[in-house]
Nanobody
């Protein structure tokens, strides 16, 4: 199973970005999917997660201006960011808990860079 993130890039402060992460492969089921980020010099941290039934869970510091969503048939999750500040600069990673070939496991995407700068 492969997770591929997209949508990162350079954005000015106050701008918006929507990140996407699509899971692909054969004989798999992605159940809980989540976004994480790793800012320069810091540890990777979880931002938000979403279940197959669209139950969401946000780390407190990410509530409000950001939103996680999911397109179940497309095995894709999204991370919508608005009013971006330079502190949001980080590599954003997608993670999925999966059942693949009847076995439970998990996968990470390769990450997408988000840089907030004028």
């Amino acid at each position: 199973v492969q997770l591929v993130e997209s949508g990162g890039g350079l954005v000015q402060p106050g701008g918006s970005l929507r990140l996407s992460c699509q899971a692909s492969g054969t004989d798999f089921l992605a159940y809980e999917m989540s976004w994480h980020r790793q800012a320069p010099g810091k540890q990777r941290e979880m931002i938000a997660s979403i279940s197959r039934s669209d139950t969401t869970n946000y780390t407190d510091s990410f509530k409000g201006r950001f939103a996680i969503s999911r397109d179940l048939p497309a095995d894709t999750i999204y991370w919508q960011m608005t009013s971006l500040e330079p502190g949001a600069t980080a590599v954003y990673y997608c993670h999925a808990d999966i059942i693949h070939g009847g076995r439970k496991g998990d996968d990470w995407g390769q990450g997408t860079q988000v840089t907030v700068s004028s």
